[in-house]
């Protein structure tokens, strides 16, 4: 099982950035897929979710109406888009799969494979 993330850099406060997750070695499809992140001396948090279908996304507050999560599950693909960033969003990303439903996705626990992480900058 792999999960690889791609797409991070640095960016300047107001800018956008599109994160890719990369999955192999499990039925993609079957899955929920999620974005958690941990900001340096924090620990990981919720980021934002979708349903293994891709009709339903579940986002926490601090993101909600910036930034956006689909799947493409021909191509085993999850993608965040981020947009009106800021600093505060500076953190390592990392993409996470689970086999429940998305009432568990802010549960870090609750999620079996994890990727490796992809740092964003968010400069001021």
């Known amino acids: 099982v792999q999960l690889v993330e791609s797409g991070g850099g640095l960016v300047q406060t107001g800018g956008s950035l599109r994160l890719s997750c990369a999955a192999s070695g499990f039925t993609f499809s079957n899955y929920l897929m999620a974005w958690f992140r941990q900001a340096p001396g924090k620990g990981r948090e919720f980021v934002a979710a979708?349903?293994?279908?891709?009709?339903?996304?579940l986002y926490a507050d601090s993101v909600k109406g910036r930034f956006t999560i689909s799947r493409d599950n021909d191509q085993s693909t999850a993608i965040l888009r981020m947009t009106a960033v800021k600093p505060e969003d500076t953190a390592i990303y990392y993409c996470?799969?689970?086999?429940?439903?998305?009432?568990?996705?802010?549960?870090?626990?609750?999620?079996?494979?994890w990727g490796q992480g992809t740092q964003v900058t968010v400069s001021p």
């Open positions: 996470a799969a689970a086999g429940g439903g998305l009432e568990m996705a802010r549960a870090e626990h609750a999620f079996e494979y």
């Open positions: 979708i349903n293994w279908g891709g009709s339903k996304e």
